[in-house]
C-alpha cells in the first residue's frame, strides 16, 4: 500500500494514532487508503477514534479515500459494529478478498506456456505495466499513468515483472518483499491471453527471482475472485478476510 504514497510525488505516507493514511495526491479513492496500525482496537468506541482520525486526515484533501480492514484482527462484537460505523462515515463495502498464504507453490499441474519475465526498468516497461493494470482492474488510464509511469514509483520495494511473448506484453505481476514474506500483487493477463497459463508461468518465474534474490520462499496476496482458483491451484489458502470500503 505504501507504493501509492510514493509513486506520483504529490502523495504521502501519514502514520496516525491506531492508523496510517496513504494519500496517492490524486482523487481516485482506491489508491488513497486507509488502515489500522498497531494493535487492534479494544472495542467499537476506539474503532470510532481511529476512524474519525482517518476521515480528519483525507477530508482535508480528498473527498475520495478507502478503508481497507483485516476483519480476523477485529473481536467478534467490534466485528459486528464495524460495518455501520464505516458507513457513518460514508464508506460503502465494494469487496472482500481473501488473505491467502503458501509456504511453497505446488508444481504446476498442466506444461505452461513459454514467456519472458522481465524486471520493470525502464519507460516502455513501466508503460506497459500500468497499461494492463487499467484494462485488468477497471481503471481509469490516466490514473494508471500517474501512479505507474514515473521512474519514482520503481525506486522502492515494489517490484514489477512484465510477461512478453513474440515481443508483446502478455502478463504483469508485483513483488513485495518483506522481512518473512513475498506479497503478490496486480497478477494480469491481457484479455486475448486469459486461461492460457500464461499468469501463472510469469508469477512462477517472478516469484522465484525473488525468492533468489532475498532467499525468502513464504508467499502472501490478497485474492481477487477472479484469481481465487488458480491461487489454490497453486497451493494457497485462506488465512484471513480484508474487506474494502470506499465513499461515495
Given at each position: 500500500?505504501?507504493?501509492?504514497?510514493?509513486?506520483?510525488?504529490?502523495?504521502?505516507?501519514r502514520?496516525?494514532?491506531?492508523?496510517?493514511a496513504?494519500?496517492?495526491?490524486?482523487?481516485?479513492?482506491v489508491?488513497?487508503?486507509?488502515?489500522l496500525h498497531?494493535?487492534?482496537?479494544?472495542?467499537?468506541?476506539?474503532?470510532?477514534q481511529?476512524?474519525?482520525?482517518?476521515?480528519?486526515?483525507?477530508d482535508?484533501?480528498?473527498?475520495?479515500?478507502?478503508?481497507?480492514?483485516?476483519?480476523?484482527?477485529?473481536?467478534?462484537?467490534?466485528?459486528r459494529?464495524?460495518?455501520?460505523?464505516?458507513?457513518?462515515h460514508?464508506?460503502r463495502p465494494?469487496?472482500?478478498?481473501?488473505?491467502?498464504?503458501?509456504?511453497?507453490?505446488?508444481?504446476?499441474?498442466?506444461?505452461?506456456?513459454?514467456?519472458?519475465?522481465?524486471?520493470?526498468?525502464?519507460?516502455?516497461s513501466?508503460?506497459a505495466f500500468?497499461?494492463?493494470?487499467?484494462?485488468?482492474?477497471?481503471?481509469p488510464?490516466?490514473?494508471?499513468?500517474?501512479?505507474?509511469?514515473?521512474?519514482?514509483?520503481?525506486?522502492?520495494?515494489?517490484?514489477?515483472?512484465?510477461?512478453?511473448?513474440?515481443?508483446?506484453?502478455?502478463?504483469?505481476?508485483?513483488?513485495?518483499a518483506?522481512?518473512?514474506?513475498?506479497?503478490?500483487?496486480?497478477?494480469?493477463?491481457?484479455?486475448?491471453?486469459?486461461?492460457?497459463?500464461?499468469?501463472?508461468?510469469?508469477?512462477?518465474?517472478?516469484?522465484?527471482?525473488?525468492?533468489?534474490?532475498?532467499?525468502?520462499?513464504?508467499?502472501?496476496?490478497?485474492s481477487?475472485?477472479?484469481?481465487?482458483?488458480?491461487y489454490?491451484?497453486?497451493?494457497?489458502?485462506e488465512?484471513?478476510?480484508?474487506?474494502?470500503?470506499?465513499?461515495r
Amino acid at each position: 500500500m505504501r507504493f501509492f504514497g510514493e509513486a506520483t510525488g504529490t502523495g504521502e505516507i501519514r502514520p496516525l494514532d491506531g492508523a496510517v493514511a496513504i494519500y496517492s495526491g490524486l482523487d481516485y479513492g482506491v489508491f488513497n487508503i486507509a488502515l489500522l496500525h498497531g494493535d487492534p482496537p479494544r472495542g467499537i468506541e476506539e474503532m470510532s477514534q481511529r476512524l474519525a482520525r482517518c476521515a480528519g486526515y483525507f477530508d482535508t484533501r480528498t473527498t475520495r479515500w478507502s478503508f481497507w480492514m483485516c476483519e480476523d484482527a477485529l473481536d467478534a462484537a467490534t466485528r459486528r459494529k464495524a460495518r455501520s460505523l464505516l458507513m457513518d462515515h460514508d464508506l460503502r463495502p465494494i469487496s472482500q478478498a481473501p488473505g491467502m498464504l503458501a509456504e511453497a507453490l505446488a508444481p504446476p499441474v498442466r506444461t505452461l506456456p513459454k514467456i519472458d519475465c522481465l524486471p520493470v526498468t525502464d519507460r516502455a516497461s513501466r508503460q506497459a505495466f500500468g497499461a494492463l493494470t487499467s484494462v485488468s482492474f477497471d481503471i481509469p488510464f490516466a490514473i494508471a499513468t500517474a501512479v505507474y509511469e514515473p521512474e519514482r514509483a520503481w525506486l522502492g520495494g515494489y517490484r514489477g515483472f512484465v510477461g512478453m511473448v513474440g515481443g508483446k506484453t502478455v502478463a504483469i505481476v508485483a513483488i513485495v518483499a518483506t522481512a518473512d514474506a513475498l506479497g503478490v500483487y496486480s497478477l494480469s493477463t491481457t484479455p486475448e491471453c486469459r486461461r492460457m497459463g500464461y499468469g501463472e508461468a510469469l508469477l512462477r518465474a517472478a516469484v522465484a527471482a525473488e525468492q533468489k534474490r532475498t532467499g525468502i520462499q513464504r508467499l502472501v496476496l490478497q485474492s481477487t475472485d477472479a484469481g481465487y482458483s488458480l491461487y489454490r491451484r497453486l497451493g494457497f489458502r485462506e488465512v484471513a478476510k480484508f474487506s474494502v470500503y470506499l465513499t461515495r
